[in-house]
């Protein structure tokens, strides 16, 4: 303990986050306080002094004394009773038509259980967050023709029978419908899928939310695009609001709490979150020794949130006012949320004996209530007042994003054998009895005869013209119609002539370039179009000067919602790094999970807000799929627009940066993802087809798709500067589109044995030398083609081969790749930086023989020419590789591929030579 004399020049504390060193001016009256705060302990015990502690704190705070803010609460509502607005609707109506919501939603979850059918879905966590939902539609989210532009909000994605329950009373949705949940292609007249899924319900739902993770950084990502939207002219956001229904399970995933300090950063005050603490996973309890409430406040407050806890429902506002000395807080505070569990499963009894019969002083409060008094002490998650209180205070409050922690129940109102069960989130069937019980607790007129077939127990909906529907139905137009709903409203975009790719056409000269510089200079000329240029996004996880784009941050500038409040060290500088509020790079830190959020946001603006945005997310191209593969999913449910561009690209082109870096592969992994039209381009001219294209698709209107193309391009580029020659004057533009093109065909054929070299990306070049070399030492005539995409190639294929098998007997045309190589003669070589399964893709396809050769296994760092070399895909190693597939046909003398092997001493990784030295990585 400090004695009171006890000098105290000096103490070192932390204040506003910095280490500082606090003088006393004035000792004596320092030990006058402590004194006095000593006396006081001993006078009035702990609980009073922590109360007057906290009051201190609490004054400082009002009178506006800078002190670091206290992480927790105590385990009580935020909002004080006195302070609850208003609640303006009519609680009774609200409540018999959330009712008819909660059965609804567990009958189509209940009834996709019926026999042959047996398709799964969740019950309890809508169960839990019923009234979450209700106080939010009913009072305030904004639909589409609200002034304003309309609210977007992000439903946790196994919630979704209550959104669907909503809408069959709306009359959006048919009892057909809900009996098609989960059965979206078998099911008569179509179903509805079991989650939050754009692509599949587009009239529907905005937001693919269900891998968990991904909605909290879509929805920060989402607020933030919504205020660069904002500042960049391009949108009037300012009354639209984002929110977010999360699970307390669902914040342990590291997606959940990795982005938060951004929104604090930005002052998202257009963003609110919605935690549904019912205190369970799936497997259990989420912190049984802990408290998620508490630690979620902490945590959120640490970062700079602002924090809602609504924790107690109104039943509870008179026991906390008889807590004179703090003995309930005391209990409640230090009960670990496994015991609050436990005491939801159990009965009123079991929570006297095991909550209020702790202390003696709480035991007292509660003797004039029954068991059943007790039972209805109900959680602040299921207390309307208290949530709209919430809301209200989150939409009101400024310059910080708003969390709302509410504690609930899991499985709420479903009865004993769901209600905080362990096993409650997947359990999907109700017995009889389970039925009857929850017809009669939610006071449903269903007759017992209606019940008696278990597996079909009826919807209930009392009619269009009921007071409550209508009562429903004018709230929501109110407030601006229904949600969720997506609309595609945009125009196809007034793309650029062919101008603008001119720069790439004409080839680099003699200057060594490499394709990712290509690709900024024709990004710097997208920036010029008067039409496109003030919608193109780059977003950019710290490589900006990697990629060599750090020439577009004093013209284009970084968005900083701030815009700059310092000198920039470089400020004399051509290239100074400017920030600013109108900014249009949209610079993420080194972050690549949070660019897919945003890329997310941007390459939806199309629906979302009605105006297309192309948004340009450059990378390292190991860092994109393999990293964030989900994300990337994620934005092909939402139907994402852009540009992906994979740069320093290759397994072995990034010299000397080795196994973490040397990506190649995620063009498999690209391909596996159907929304990504992928491209690995050798030239600038190359580029500047695929780019026009895309953009074509995406942002042009044809008239198969009027409103363009739900696709995203991926484009590897690399780091290897070469001379990017001029575009042949014969290019085969509409093969280089379909992913292969004749690059440059042999020379001389008469005579002699024939090949056909296939390289992608840098690998072209090798394929160039093998051309030469085989020529030139082995009287082998190889055409050499460019492929552009392995995978567009194998995807026609595959097109083509569903056709046949669905009508066998039809002329349904042959693969482009087929076609292509059946003209040609010898066999096929294929190779590139990536590793062989690429190159493979379209083997099934290739006429006669096939060798692929690729960059299989780690990388490691070394030279380019080495790294070809020791993965066997460099110029020679084509060389030998043909020579070999010619003996085997019997079209070159024997031994000659061992001869050649010596020759170009393709043991030695010394003696490899395809590559050139260079390039910033
Ligand atoms: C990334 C990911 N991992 C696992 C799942 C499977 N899953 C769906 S719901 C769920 C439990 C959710 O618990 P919580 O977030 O607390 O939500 P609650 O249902 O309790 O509201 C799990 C593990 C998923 N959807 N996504
Ligand atoms: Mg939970």
């Known amino acids: ?24 001016i004035d000792p004596e009256e320092t030990s006058e306080w402590l004194a006095s705060f000593d006396a006081m302990l001993e006078a009035g015990g702990s609980q009073r002094a922590r109360y007057l502690m906290l009051r201190m704190l609490d004054r400082a705070k009002q009178q506006h004394i800078a002190l670091p803010a206290l992480t927790t609460t105590d385990y009580i509502n935020t909002i004080p009773t006195e302070s609850e607005p208003f609640f303006p609707g009519d609680e009774a109506i609200e409540r018999r038509y959330r009712r008819f919501i909660r059965w609804n939603a567990a009958m189509l979850v209940h009834r996709a259980q019926r026999p042959g059918i047996g398709v799964g879905g969740h019950i309890s966590t809508y169960a839990s967050s019923a009234t979450l939902y209700e106080v939010g539609f009913n009072h305030f989210w904004r639909g589409k023709d609200h002034p304003g532009g309309g609210d977007q909000v992000f439903f946790q ?20 419908d809900l009996d098609g949940f989960r059965q979206e292609k078998s099911h008569p007249g179509g179903g509805i899928p079991s989650y939050p899924h754009p692509r599949l319900m587009p009239d529907f739902w905005e937001f693919p939310t269900v891998s968990m993770g991904l909605g909290p950084m879509n929805a920060i990502q989402q607020a933030r695009v919504n205020r660069f939207l904002h500042h960049r002219g391009i949108k009037d956001t300012s ?42 996973r799936l497997d259990g309890p989420v912190r049984g020794n802990g408290k998620i409430v508490q630690e979620l406040e902490a945590f959120f407050r640490g970062a700079g949130w602002n924090v809602i806890k609504v924790i107690w429902g109104r039943e509870w506002d008179r026991l906390l006012e008889k807590d004179k000395d703090g003995a309930l807080v005391h209990l409640m505070n230090t009960t670990a949320d496994g015991d609050f569990q436990t005491y939801r499963a159990n009965d009123g009894a079991y929570i006297r004996e095991h909550f209020f019969g702790r202390d003696p002083r709480t035991k007292q ?15 602040g998650g299921h207390d309307y007042r208290k949530v709209y209180a919430a809301y209200n205070a989150a939409t009101q409050h400024t310059g910080q994003p708003t969390v709302i922690l509410v504690k609930t129940i899991k499985g709420f109102g479903l009865g004993p054998s769901f209600q905080g069960r362990n096993a409650t989130h997947q359990m999907k069937k109700m017995t009889s009895q389970n039925l009857h019980e929850f017809r009669d607790s939610l006071q449903l007129p269903i007759p017992d005869s209606q019940l008696e077939d278990v597996y079909r127990p009826p919807y209930f909906h009392p009619g269009q013209d009921s007071e409550e529907i209508q009562y429903m139905l004018d709230r929501r137009k109110r407030l601006g119609g229904f949600v969720p709903e997506r609309r595609v409203a945009a125009k196809p975009l007034v793309l650029p002539g062919d101008k603008v790719y001119d720069v790439l056409k004409k080839g680099s000269g003699k200057q060594e370039i490499a394709t990712t510089m290509a690709f900024v200079r024709l990004v710097r000329d997208l920036f010029k179009d008067p039409e496109i240029g003030n ?18 941050f004093p013209t284009q500038k970084i968005y900083n919602p701030s815009g700059q409040l310092y000198t920039a060290v470089d400020a004399q500088l051509m290239l100074a790094y400017r920030e600013s509020e109108q900014g249009m790079i949209l610079h993420e830190g080194i972050d690549e999970a949070g660019s897919v959020a945003t890329l997310t946001a941007v390459s939806t603006a199309y629906a979302t807000h009605g ?17 964030t593969g989900d994300g990337m999913w994620a934005i092909g449910d939402q139907m994402g627009r852009g540009f992906v561009l994979g740069a320093t690209a290759g397994r072995t082109t990034l010299t000397g940066e080795g196994l973490q870096h040397g990506d190649g592969h995620s063009h498999l992994l690209a391909a596996t993802q159907p929304h990504f039209v992928s491209y690995d381009p050798a030239y600038g001219y190359e580029i500047a087809h695929i780019v026009k294209d895309g953009l074509r698709r995406m942002y042009g209107g044809s008239e198969e798709f009027p409103h ?9 580029l690399y780091n290897e500067p070469y001379q990017q020659p001029k575009q042949p004057d014969d290019l085969d533009v509409d093969g280089l589109l379909k992913g292969i093109y004749k690059l440059s065909p042999a020379a001389e054929t008469e005579g002699k044995a024939r090949a056909q070299l296939l390289a992608s990306g840098v690998g072209v070049r090798w394929a160039l030398e093998a051309q030469q070399l085989l020529a030139q030492d082995w009287g082998v005539a190889a055409d050499v083609w460019s492929v552009t995409s392995w995978t567009e190639l194998s995807r026609d294929a595959e097109r083509v081969e569903r056709a046949r098998l669905l009508d066998p007997a039809a002329e349904v045309g042959v693969p482009y790749i087929s076609k292509v190589l059946a003209e040609t003669e010898g066999p096929v070589i294929a190779t590139s930086d990536w590793q062989r399964a690429i190159q493979n893709l379209i083997a099934p396809w290739v006429p006669g023989d096939f060798v692929a050769l690729g960059a299989d296994g780690f990388g490691f760092s070394d030279t380019r020419a080495a790294a070809r070399r020791h993965f066997l895909i460099d110029g020679p190693s084509m060389v030998v590789a043909t020579l070999s597939a010619l003996e085997r046909r019997g079209q070159y003398r024997a031994g000659a591929a061992a001869e050649a092997a010596e020759k170009y001493e393709l043991h030695d ?7 050139s030295t260079g390039g910033d990585s």
Not at 708 to 716: D, K, Q, V
């Open 611 to 627: 105006e297309p945005m192309i948004p340009m997310y450059i990378f390292y191209s190991m860092f994109g799929f393999q990293r």
């Open 1 to 24: 303990m400090t004695t009171v004399n006890e000098p105290a020049p000096k103490m070192t504390l932390i204040k506003d986050g910095i280490a500082a060193q606090l003088h006393d």
């Open 365 to 379: 409060m509660v003797t004039d209530l029954s068991d059943e008094d007790i039972w209805r002490l109900r959680r």
């Open 535 to 552: 919608r193109v996004v780059p977003i950019i996880p710290d490589e900006a000067r990697t990629f060599g784009m750090d020439s577009f």
């Open 708 to 716: 363009g193309e739900n696709i995203m391009y991926y484009i590897t």
């Open 239 to 280: 009354d639209q609001h984002v929110w977010a229904f999360l699970g307390d399970g669902e914040l342990d995933e590291v997606e959940s709490r990795g982005l938060i300090h951004i929104a604090a950063i930005d002052g998202l005050d257009n963003l609110t979150y919605v935690i549904n603490c019912n205190l369970q």
């Open 157 to 176: 994605g196994h919630a979704s029978p209550g959104m669907y329950a909503r809408a069959f009373l709306e009359g959006r949705l048919s009892e057909n």
């Open 909 to 915: 990784v010394r003696a490899g030579r395809s590559g």
